[in-house]
C-alpha cells in the first residue's frame, strides 16, 4: 500500500493562488504517474493534472495556463501550484498515484479542501 500525505489547501478570494503538496510513502521505483483529482459533492471525480515519471504532463481544460504541475522524482512528491484562482475550482482535491510491481494499482489520499471566494 502506498500512503499519500497531503498538504495546502484552504481558503483563496478568487484570482488569488494556493499550492497543494503531496509525498508518496513509496519509493520513484514503485510508482509512476502522480497527480491530482477534485470532487465537487454530487459530481464525479474528474482529473485536475497528472505528471508521468519522465515528465509529460496532463491538465484538464478547465485549469490550462492557470494550474502547473511538478515532480519530484527523488522525494516522491508532488506539486500543484494554483494561480488565478476561481469559485468553480472549489472542491476536496485528492491526490493520486499509480503504483508499480508490489504496490501495483491506484492508491488515493484522504482529500484536502479548496475554497475560492468569489
Known amino acids: 500500500q502506498v500512503r499519500l500525505m497531503e498538504s495546502g489547501g484552504g481558503l483563496a478570494p478568487a484570482g488569488g493562488s494556493l499550492s497543494l503538496s503531496c509525498k508518496a510513502s513509496?519509493?520513484?521505483?514503485?510508482?509512476?504517474?502522480m497527480g491530482w483529482y477534485r470532487q465537487i459533492p454530487g459530481q464525479e471525480r474528474e482529473l485536475v493534472a497528472r505528471v508521468e515519471t519522465g515528465g509529460s504532463t496532463e491538465y484538464a481544460d478547465s485549469v490550462k495556463g492557470r494550474f502547473t504541475i511538478s515532480r519530484d522524482n527523488y522525494k516522491s512528491t508532488v506539486l500543484l501550484q494554483m494561480n488565478n484562482l476561481k469559485p468553480e475550482d472549489t472542491a476536496v482535491y485528492y491526490c493520486y498515484t499509480r503504483g508499480l510491481g508490489s504496490v501495483r494499482g491506484d492508491h488515493w489520499g484522504p482529500g484536502t479542501r479548496v475554497t475560492v471566494s468569489s
Open positions: 513509496a519509493s520513484v521505483f514503485s510508482i509512476a504517474a
